[in-house]
């Protein structure tokens, strides 16, 4: 058995597809699907630490608050993030330890509702960035847009989502109860959905802000604190693509940071999708990482043998 640390950062669009209801039902589904994929990396040994995406859940969320504001009192979104860690965390946890069970594999699984400190003042407050939710036609998204009071763009023609602020992650609270744990070899799901962004008032005490937190970038952060060696990125593509969605598009097998960089740089991933995870892999190469590997679900295995899916690397 080998002895090294990964960090998987899963997104919410693998439990919640586009194009489905995402009703409870279907995400319990895709997330026992997913642990399919994670089986593979117990069985070769790995410590593990888990996050996971929330844009289709915390939009679900907000929607529901903005649906019956005048019934029930609304949640801000910072909350909202904390809600979807809990829910999302035991959907994850509870399909992870029957996995185990069914492995025959005596390993503990935990969720850490995690805080994340970010700046107040990012850029990102004024500029919102980040899709949740649904997708609507322009028609019905500016619809909503006006009735609700959300900001909204286009992700991809004619499909537009609401978007809130992202800022960036500056320090992962926790660090050390959690690398404390996964170095004992119990896997740990943490900081969800990014984590709940949070920030030091003038008097050193915390507060919540109300954004959503890129979860890649920090899954890359806790990767850091944790000494992982690799980190996993499993979105919705088998691969990343030079020229997606063209008819010229090219598969990246195995690329070194610098060439990564230079095609970051010239604008070639696109900054609404697989741009922030070229970001997050950077930054996660550049500390203590060997590895970084992006795919989807149904690749994992070919993945962890060398055949399937995008790895960047430092230079040798």
């Keep these: ?58 939009g679900n969320e907000l929607l529901r608050m903005d649906l019956t504001h005048d019934k029930v009192p609304p949640l801000p979104l910072g909350v909202c993030v904390a809600g979807t860690q809990g829910s999302i965390g035991y959907m994850i946890q509870q399909s992870l330890q029957n996995k185990l069970r ?18 107040k003042n990012d850029p990102s407050i004024k ?89 890649d970038y920090a899954a890359a952060k806790l990767g850091r604190i944790l000494h992982a060696e690799e980190l996993w990125i499993i979105t919705d593509v088998d691969n990343v693509y030079l020229s997606f969605g063209t008819e010229n598009q090219e598969i990246l097998r195995i690329i070194t940071t610098s060439d990564v960089e230079k095609l970051y740089n010239k604008g070639e991933f696109q900054q609404g999708s697989i741009g922030p995870k070229i970001k997050a892999a950077l930054h996660f190469l550049k500390y203590h990482g060997k590895k970084v590997v992006i795919t989807s679900i149904p690749c994992i295995k070919d993945a962890l043998e060398g055949n399937a899916g995008t790895e960047i690397r430092n230079e040798a």
Aim: net charge negative; proline share 6%.
């Design 127 to 215: 500029d919102p960035s980040k899709y949740v939710g649904a997708r609507y036609p322009e028609n019905e998204a500016k619809s909503l847009a006006k009735i609700f009071g959300w900001s909204i763009k286009e992700q991809e023609p004619g499909q537009w989502r609401r978007v809130v602020p992202s800022p960036m992650p500056e320090y992962i609270m926790h660090g050390k109860s959690i690398k404390a744990l996964v170095d004992r070899g119990t896997i740990v799901i943490a900081s969800g959905g990014g984590g709940i962004p949070v920030f030091n008032d003038p008097t050193g005490h915390l507060e919540g802000l109300d954004a959503v937190i890129d979860k």
């Design 1 to 58: 058995m080998i002895s090294r640390t990964a960090m998987i950062a899963m997104g919410g669009n693998s439990l919640s597809p586009k194009g489905e209801a995402g009703t409870i039902t279907q995400q319990f589904a895709h997330t026992r699907e997913t642990l399919d994929g994670i089986g593979n990396f117990i069985e070769r040994g790995y410590n593990l630490c888990i996050n996971h995406g929330n844009g289709p859940q915390v």
């Design 102 to 119: 069914d492995m025959k594999v005596d390993r503990e699984v935990v969720t850490m509702v995690t805080q994340v400190i970010v700046d």
